[in-house]
């Protein structure tokens, strides 16, 4: 008769195989945590991203729509002024 101590061998080896794909091979526990930290910190990224986008499409708008916002922007941005006004400049 043979002895079954091989079988529990096997099996043994069977186990430490799959524990170590489990724990550190391709698809282990550790790549998968750090995966989903990845896909969470895109999509805050993108949340970031949509809400610039908004802002961005409403200052389009605005600038299509109204004369006001233009005259504003030249105005603080490159310091301009209307004809036939006075800029008066304070400094300390």
Do not use: C, F
């Not at 079954?4 to 099996?11: A, C, G, I, R, S």
């Not at 970031?48 to 004369?67: T, Y």
């Amino acid at each position: 008769m043979r002895s079954p101590y091989w079988l529990l061998v096997v099996l043994i080896l069977l186990l430490v195989g799959l524990q170590y794909r489990l724990w550190v091979g391709d698809g282990s526990l550790a790549q998968v945590t750090e995966l989903k930290q990845q896909i969470a910190d895109q999509q805050g990224e993108n949340q970031r991203l949509l809400e610039r986008n908004r802002i961005l499409e409403a200052e389009v708008m605005e600038l299509k729509q109204g004369m006001e916002t233009v005259e504003e922007r030249a105005r603080h941005e490159l310091g301009m002024v209307k004809e036939g006004e006075t800029l008066y400049q304070l400094t300390e």
